[in-house]
C-alpha cells in the first residue's frame, strides 16, 4: 500500500519534461530581460562616471585661474604624463570613475610608455574617457604654460568636455580617419558607441548624455566651443573665421558600427 502512494506522488516522464520545457521557457523570456536590465544599469553608471569626470577638469580649472588641463604635459625632457594622470595624482579624479563598466573587452587601455612626437608617456590611467581635443589640444605644453582658459566655452550645455572611446589618447579630435577607424584591427570605432550604439559625452556644464556619433555633428558640431558663432571682442576673428561647424557629410565618413 505504501509503495503504491509513492508511485502516484512521483512525476511522470511527461510532466517533467513539460516542467522542463515550462522553465527553459521562463528562462528564454527572463534572460534578455535582465540582460537588458544589465546594460542599463551600465549605462546610468557610465553617465555618472562622465560627469564626476567632466567635475574634476573644471573643478581644477576653478582652481588654476579658469586654466583647462593640457592633454599631455611635458614633466622632463623627453617625458611627459597626461591630464588624466596629472589629475588623478592631484586628487581630482579617482582612476576607478575612469572606467566605463561596458567597455568593450573588460579593461580600457593608457597612453603610457607610448611615445608622442618627441617624448614618451610616463604617466597616465586606464580609461574610457578622453578630452575633447578641439578644447585642449596642444602640442607639448610645460608644466607652467597656460594658454586656454574655461570661459572661451561659449556655448558649455552644448560643446562636448570628455568623450568616451576604446584608444588609448588622452584626447580626441574629430578628424576623418578616427571617424572611420578601428582600434587596433579590432571591430568598433574609436569613440563610444556600446551602449546601444551611442557613447557616453559630457558637457562643459557638467551635464552627462547618450548619443550617437552622427549626432556630435548634426545639426551642428558640439567638438567646437560656439566661439566661432559671432564675433568676440575679446578675440576678434576674421568674417572667414566665422562659419558653422556642422558636418552634413559625416553619414559618409563614419565607421560604420556607429550607424548599426
Keep these: 500500500m505504501r509503495s503504491l502512494c509513492q508511485r502516484r506522488r512521483a512525476f511522470t516522464l511527461i510532466e517533467l519534461l513539460?516542467?522542463?520545457a515550462v522553465i527553459a521557457v521562463l528562462i528564454g523570456i527572463l534572460l534578455p530581460v535582465l540582460g537588458a536590465a544589465r546594460r542599463q544599469a551600465q549605462t546610468t553608471a557610465c553617465l555618472k562616471q562622465a560627469q564626476q569626470v567632466a567635475v574634476g577638469v573644471m573643478t581644477f580649472a576653478g582652481d588654476n585661474k579658469g586654466q583647462l588641463p593640457a592633454n599631455r604635459t611635458v614633466v622632463a625632457e623627453g617625458e611627459h604624463v597626461t591630464w588624466r594622470s596629472k589629475l588623478a595624482d592631484a586628487g581630482y579624479l579617482v582612476a576607478?570613475?575612469?572606467?566605463?563598466?561596458?567597455?568593450?573587452?573588460?579593461?580600457?587601455?593608457?597612453?603610457?610608455?607610448?611615445?608622442?612626437?618627441?617624448?614618451?608617456?610616463v604617466g597616465d590611467v586606464p580609461s574610457s574617457y578622453a578630452l575633447n581635443g578641439h578644447?585642449?589640444?596642444?602640442?607639448?605644453?610645460?608644466?607652467?604654460?597656460?594658454?586656454?582658459?574655461?570661459?572661451?566655452?561659449?556655448?558649455?550645455?552644448?560643446?562636448?568636455?570628455i568623450a568616451e572611446t576604446r584608444a588609448r589618447f588622452p584626447d580626441l579630435r574629430v578628424t576623418d580617419p578616427l571617424i572611420a577607424a578601428d582600434v587596433e584591427g579590432?571591430?568598433?570605432?574609436?569613440?563610444?558607441?556600446?551602449?546601444?550604439?551611442?557613447?557616453?559625452?559630457?558637457?562643459?556644464?557638467?551635464?552627462?548624455?547618450?548619443?550617437?556619433?552622427?549626432?556630435?555633428?548634426?545639426?551642428?558640431?558640439?567638438?567646437?566651443?560656439?566661439?566661432?558663432?559671432?564675433?568676440?571682442p575679446f578675440d576678434p576673428q576674421t568674417r572667414a573665421e566665422i562659419k558653422s561647424h556642422d558636418h552634413p557629410d559625416w553619414e559618409l565618413l563614419l565607421n560604420p558600427v556607429y550607424l548599426e
Design 186 to 232: 579590432g571591430e568598433g570605432g574609436v569613440y563610444g558607441y556600446w551602449h546601444r550604439g551611442e557613447g557616453t559625452y559630457s558637457f562643459s556644464d557638467g551635464h552627462a548624455e547618450t548619443i550617437g556619433m552622427l549626432d556630435t555633428g548634426n545639426p551642428d558640431c558640439r567638438w567646437h566651443s560656439g566661439k566661432d558663432w559671432g564675433e568676440d
Design 18 to 20: 513539460v516542467s522542463i
Design 135 to 161: 578644447l585642449f589640444w596642444r602640442e607639448e605644453v610645460s608644466g607652467k604654460e597656460v594658454s586656454r582658459s574655461d570661459v572661451t566655452i561659449r556655448r558649455p550645455s552644448h560643446t562636448i568636455l
Design 96 to 121: 576607478d570613475a575612469c572606467v566605463c563598466p561596458a567597455h568593450p573587452g573588460g579593461e580600457p587601455v593608457s597612453e603610457l610608455g607610448l611615445p608622442d612626437r618627441t617624448t614618451v608617456c
